[in-house]
């Protein structure tokens, strides 16, 4: 003995490849004698072998001269010395750690490629980590980071059991596993922005280091191939689609699924290998799958898609039992009970702490049902002895038959599968949407650039994987299989599925991989083709683990070759696609702009809310106000803000919602090329000014622009509105305004109305030239929205300007500004018609408001067509008041109530409100109205004659705003034509009453 192993520990200090050649044959001598053509060594280091005397010649054949010796040199242990005496008792140890052998050099070669994956994931380091601040990548990322700092500002520690219990309903139907894992290392690290951006930005590498090892154990347990599961390890390092998404500082949900399927494999492989055990190991695999299972349900509120095709596992496997003779409930056991754990463990979490919705909570119970039905079926089957082809029809049929009556009979999970399907192949507009193979996506050219060579590499083993366990019980090999073209089914309608299929294709990327180092001679042949070639399959034929060998000069250069060759793809995806999700520098630098600003205005959300392009909305959102919940907002309206020419409606949209806004170089808009008059082009291009062609807009102020001018930020202003009269043509306006470090000059083109007026609206400060007038424009200007001019004690709007966006008054200097209305025919020259969307907005108006007498007069037409008694029954005409009942009237109304006029007067309380309403004249026709408070005196005059008069005990108050077509809060609007409104702060007396009407104007 101590010649053998003197002579095998010298051969392995010589040729270290021979290991795995001397396990080949020891392998082969446990079964008798054996062949050359038995194992799978190098003729030259098989002579060497026969030399060196460590197999012998024997019975026309060879056998290992002392197989213990042998082994002991492999292993490094003592041998063993046979006894020569008998013992008359036979004595029990305890196993020892120390008998336990590990294979170093795969240990070292593990670890290796391992800290490859990670500092694959690491190139963005610098983008992260930057200035002293995290800034995670993408969008999506900074949506978890909100929630994670919301739940743990109001938690007491990561031991706060309780905060679990109760989590927003925005957490427990969405990612709660997800959210209360990253939660709970935030708190660990202390809490905080910071300790919650440490982990967030960490935990993908962790999570793809944990899944790379997870992969290795899964590929190992299938090949028994050590240098196929290294490869697995490799090819998942470089799969684009799975490398970028696992990159530093993405920390969406993807890599915690990727975590959990890992898991869900390498369990059930596990299950597979040794499926009829009865022990403490299948116990063990088994509680790991229903954790597995349960994990991948909980972490994600479409759990239930990534383990549907568990069903498909189990119909496959059992079946393959019948088709092997073997019994179905006895195989799939371990997976059953596992099924039993996972729906319970989901189902609990459902109850006690209010996860997800029943229909996910419930997904692993359903499954588990399923399954139980499935293997009693198959082993009726068995016993019966039905062939497998037609038990698998029945099945089939069965499933149809059964997943379209659930509709039907539970009716919830109708609309939820319904809303599933919608979300798989209806969602839209979102890059992780599109199928893999998309136009956007580069066609049939996109499994490349997801998967780089490796999708090649991998699919044709995947099918043979499916095809070999048709042949033979390979329930391990099937459930891959089977797991591999789900996934790929996934991909191929929403690209989001990339990375769960790279769990898998990864697999079968490295036995195709050493495979094809095998056709090269590279390397000897992967175990489960070598028991293909020598005739025998199953753990049996090879027997110990394909372990690593340090290839020849030649072999490595081939290897080596090979392996670039394989990942050429990747060397340059992953980068760019890793590039792809970078907060970019100039986001960033506008990000922190905007947070600066905020902070030295004071301003709070919503106040700072930024409206971008929502990709990137989350990201500018939780840079300047920390609330980067939802980019819903964004995502409805930004694009559509790009594309319009309406700065004033959409000033009005935006004010009360928006904060700053955000334009940027880019695409096209579809329908409108981002030219022309467009907003984007108006605000990038020419930061709201405007010229003969193009006209400005005026509620829109530059405060930021980039370095290279390619992102800007706006803010929102009421922006100041400069008067002028003349009877020339077009002026133009300009000034100088600082934006950033830049001055640019801002620019307006301004037309008169057809009687003479110019008005344009400015949101700098400044000084401007209309009209051959000089206006020095303040920052309190801009921001109160109100006309130069000085006020006057009466007002008179004709409304003859015809056009335009202002109403000018004549005599005081209350000047409008027009909203939904348009001018038409009316008493004298023009009127406003107003259609019940629109009104006429007053500013500064306190000179207005009557307290020391008060006229209100306006010729009015109401429309045929409108029923003002039961439909529109109390539109305001001219008011300073609110919303509200007439007897609860601040200020004055003069309006209409069931097709009659109305004056209302008062202070606000209901006892001292003056209410005065006469005779309809909802006719169609114009009519002269007028309402006089003079001292304790109220008169309501219709076409000069009074037709009402009442009393007044109370003084009214001083309001600011006025309206006309509708209450101060623009409620209440009117429908029909309004012409020549007149306002004085004096009682007129009935015979300049009689003249406003009867001359129907000024």
Request: zero cysteines; aromatic letters at 10%.
């Amino acid at each position: 003995m101590t010649d053998t192993r003197e002579a095998t520990t010298t051969l392995l200090a010589e040729r270290p490849n021979a290991e795995s050649a001397l396990r080949s044959i020891l392998a082969a001598d446990e079964h008798g004698t054996w062949t050359f053509d038995d194992v799978d060594v190098d003729s030259g280091l098989f002579g060497e072998i026969v030399a060196a005397d460590i197999v012998e010649k024997r019975d026309g054949g060879y056998r290992v001269s002392d197989p213990a010796a042998v082994r002991a040199a492999l292993d490094g242990e003592r041998a063993a010395t046979p006894s020569t005496s008998k013992s008359t008792s036979r004595s029990v140890t305890m196993p020892s750690l120390s008998n336990v052998s590990v294979d170093r050099t795969a240990a070292l070669a593990l670890a290796g490629a391992l800290v490859f994956l990670a500092l694959v994931r690491l190139i963005s380091i610098s983008a992260v980590f930057r200035e002293g601040a995290i800034v995670l990548s993408a969008n999506d990322p900074y949506f978890y980071r909100y929630l994670v700092e919301t739940v743990a500002a109001e938690t007491n520690g990561p031991f706060d059991i309780g905060a679990v219990a109760s989590l927003p309903h925005r957490v427990t139907a969405g990612e709660p596993l997800l959210v209360v894992t990253l939660w709970f290392w935030t708190e660990l690290l202390g809490g905080g922005a910071n300790a919650s951006g440490i982990v967030l930005s960490v935990y993908p590498v962790v999570t793809a280091v944990l899944t790379g090892a997870l992969v290795y154990l899964t590929t190992l347990r299938l090949s028994d191939d050590r240098r196929v599961a290294l490869a697995a390890v490799l090819a998942l390092a470089l799969i684009p689609a799975y490398a970028y998404r696992t990159s530093l500082g993405f920390a969406d949900h993807h890599a915690f699924d990727y975590f959990w399927l890992a898991l869900t494999a390498v369990a059930l492989v596990s299950l597979a290998a040794e499926p009829s055990r009865r022990d403490a190991k299948t116990a063990f695999w088994s509680a790991l799958f229903g954790v597995a299972v349960a994990g991948q349900t909980l972490a994600w509120e479409a759990g239930p898609l990534l383990i549907l095709p568990l069903g498909l596992v189990v119909v496959g496997w059992a079946t393959t039992t019948v088709q092997a003779g073997k019994s179905p409930a006895r195989e799939l056991g371990g997976l059953i009970g596992g099924l039993a754990l996972a729906a319970i463990l989901t189902a609990g979490a459902h109850f006690a702490l209010g996860w997800h919705g029943t229909t996910v909570a419930f997904a692993p119970a359903g499954l588990f049902v399923g399954s139980v039905a499935v293997v009693g079926v198959t082993e009726l089957a068995l016993r019966q002895g039905w062939s497998a082809r037609m038990l698998l029809g029945g099945e089939v049929v069965a499933s149809v038959v059964v997943f379209g009556a659930l509709p039907f009979v539970i009716p919830q999970m109708g609309a939820e599968l319904q809303s599933g399907v919608q979300f798989l192949f209806e969602t839209e507009g979102i890059a992780e949407t599109q199928s893999l193979v998309s136009a956007d996506q580069g066609s049939l050219v996109g499994p490349l650039l997801s998967f780089g060579l490796f999708v090649l590499l991998g699919l044709p083993y995947a099918g043979w994987a499916l095809l070999r366990s048709s042949r033979e019980y390979e329930p391990g090999w099937l459930a891959m299989g089977i797991y591999t073209w789900y996934f790929l089914a996934l991909a191929l309608v929403q690209l989001r599925f990339a990375g769960e299929l790279a769990v898998f294709l990864a697999v079968f990327a490295g036995l195709g991989f050493v495979h094809l180092a095998a056709k090269i001679d590279a390397m000897r042949m992967p175990k489960p083709f070598a028991e293909v070639e020598s005739g025998r399959r199953g753990r049996e034929a090879m027997g110990e683990t394909v372990g690593l060998e340090r290839p020849e000069r030649r072999e490595a250069m081939s290897l080596l070759g090979l392996g670039l060759f394989a990942g050429s793809f990747s060397f340059v995806q992953v980068p760019v696609k890793t590039g792809q999700l970078l907060v970019p520098d100039g986001l960033y630098d506008a990000a922190m702009w905007m947070r600066e600003y905020s902070e030295e205005k004071g301003l709070e959300y919503p106040e700072n809310y930024v409206f971008s392009e929502w990709s990137w909305n989350r990201a500018y959102n939780y840079l300047v106000n920390g609330n980067s919940d939802s980019y819903g907002f964004a995502f409805n309206n930004y694009r559509e803000f790009l594309g319009s020419r309406d700065g004033e409606e959409w000033y009005r949209r935006l004010r009360d919602r928006v904060g700053f806004i955000v334009t940027e170089d880019g695409p096209a808009i579809a329908g409108d090329g981002r030219g022309g008059e467009s907003l984007h082009s108006r605000l990038h291009s020419q930061y709201g000014g405007g010229d003969g062609s193009i006209p400005g807009i005026g509620h829109y102020k530059a405060l930021y622009s980039s370095t290279d001018g390619s992102r800007k930020v706006f803010g929102l202003a009421p922006g100041a509105v400069l008067v002028g009269r003349g009877d020339g043509g077009s002026q133009t306006v300009q000034t100088e305004a600082n934006v950033g470090n830049e001055s640019i000059t801002y620019e307006r083109s301004v037309q008169p109305t057809e009687n003479g007026w110019y008005a344009v609206r400015v949101p700098y400060a400044g000084e401007y030239l209309l009209a051959g007038q000089r206006y020095q424009v303040s920052e309190e200007a801009v921001q109160s929205g109100g006309f130069t001019p000085e006020k006057g004690s009466r007002a008179v709007w004709s409304f003859n300007e015809g056009r335009g966006e202002f109403v000018f008054d004549s005599q005081g200097g209350y000047h409008g500004s027009v909203s939904g209305v348009t001018w038409a025919e009316g008493f004298d020259g023009y009127a406003l018609e107003f259609d019940g969307s629109g009104s006429v907005s007053v500013p500064d108006a306190e000179e207005l408001s009557g307290e020391g007498g008060l006229t209100v007069s306006a010729w009015i037409r109401t429309d045929e067509g409108v029923d003002y008694r039961n439909g529109l029954q109390y539109p305001r005409l001219v008011s300073n008041s609110e919303n509200g009942a007439y007897e609860g009237t601040e200020g004055y109304q003069l309006a209409l109530w069931r097709g009659r006029v109305m004056v209302a007067l008062g202070d606000g309380s209901e006892a001292s409100a003056t209410v005065l309403s006469t005779e309809h004249v909802d006719d169609g026709e114009w009519h002269h109205l007028a309402a006089v408070r003079d001292g304790s005196e109220v008169r309501l005059y219709i076409d000069g004659e009074e037709v009402r008069r009442g009393g007044i005990e109370t003084g009214l108050p001083s309001r600011k705003h006025l309206r006309i077509g509708a209450s101060v809060n623009d409620e209440r609007r009117f429908k029909g034509a309004i012409n020549q409104v007149e306002i004085r702060g004096e009682a007129a007396n009935p015979e300049e009453v009689a003249q406003l009407s009867g001359q129907g104007g000024n």
